[in-house]
């Protein structure tokens, strides 16, 4: 007997939620559902990229989805400003939310919280049981022994102010703040002439950050920018993984062929965390795969996923020397000694996407940091210290 669905999504965040969407696009004949625990799909994020992250034909479909776009951005580092130049864009979660269920209808099931995924069922908290085809569990990275990570902790507050804020750009690194315990920066995004997302971000060895102290830096940095904060319109807070090093076999083999998306399947960018491009490259693949059984979903995923690995051996290499080398507090010095680099390479970067000659020109030169501990990180494979 067939199951009644052909495809179920558990989680209804980014990854699982283009999925979707792609589906429909591309199989609007198959019978898809998609599960949410909270009572609103998407959650609360800001979720951006860079153009040049994701090819023409992907940008078209994503478009709609878009919140806010700009035409560069701004670092600044202690010794260092710099413009560049190059689209950057942002879905806001709300937007995000409101797409899906115009576009999935029915098929969209929120405030459903689920007690148990297999490969070919979901078991929901009430006691329900749904069988399709295939289950995908899209709901974040879980627990694993199997990779070494450092994280992007961050806490955002998106403000009203009282007066324009002048910003024309975003400030995707302002790290001439005090550093404290590890690389801090603030983020920052223009949303309108008086509306501003600001971002507290450390990337430290933990996953949590002390939030009460997080407030009190937005709140800093906006006095000194003399920004007049007159409304706190909401409150995000994120942990990205930042992946040191790991064991890919033993990762996948925890999974027991449970199809799988987003950070669940390791699939963010090692260095930045960004996980748009590699969900966006997913769903097109689940597209073309769709219709299979749950095996060759899974099949299908892990290759995927493993060739994203691959790509990502050289950027896990560099987060050892930005964890591991030098004291916490002087990590900035890698990020701006890379941000003097050629335009070009520094986008290639956030594609993923270096050449061999752009790999040697980031690691020629006397290192920002000790070499001795330079090199000692370059070889690190077991996890951080003080992590089990």
Partial sequence: MRAPYDIILVGAGLANGLIALRLRQLQPALKILLLESQAQPAGNHTWSFHREDVSEAQFRWLEPLLSARWPGYQVRFPTLRRQLDGEYCSIASEDFARHLQQVLGAALRTAAPVSEVSPTGVRLADGGMLQAQAVIDGRGLQPTPHLQLGYQAFVGQEWQLAAPHGLQQPILMDASVDQQQGYRFVYTLPLSASRLLIEDTHYINHATLDAAQARRHIMDYAHQRGWNLRQLLREEHGSLPITLSGDIDQFWQQQHGQPCSGLRAGLFHAT?????????????????????????????????????????????????????????????????????????????FYAGQLRLSDKARILCGKPPVPLGEALRALMMTSPLPGKK
């Avoid at 930045?272 to 060759?296: Q, R, W």
């Avoid at 995927?304 to 030098?326: D, I, P, S, T």
Wanted: glycine residues 4%; aromatic residues 12%; positive net charge.
């Fill in 272 to 348: 930045t965390g960004y996980s748009l491009p590699a969900a966006v490259a997913l769903a097109e693949k689940i597209a073309s795969t769709l219709p299979a059984d749950a095996h060759t979903l899974s099949h299908c995923i892990e290759s995927f996923a493993r060739q994203h690995w691959r790509e990502q051996r050289f950027f896990r290499l560099l987060n050892r020397m930005l964890f591991l080398a030098g004291r916490p507090e002087q990590r900035w010095r890698v990020m701006q000694r890379f941000y003097r680099l050629d335009a070009g390479l520094i986008s290639r």
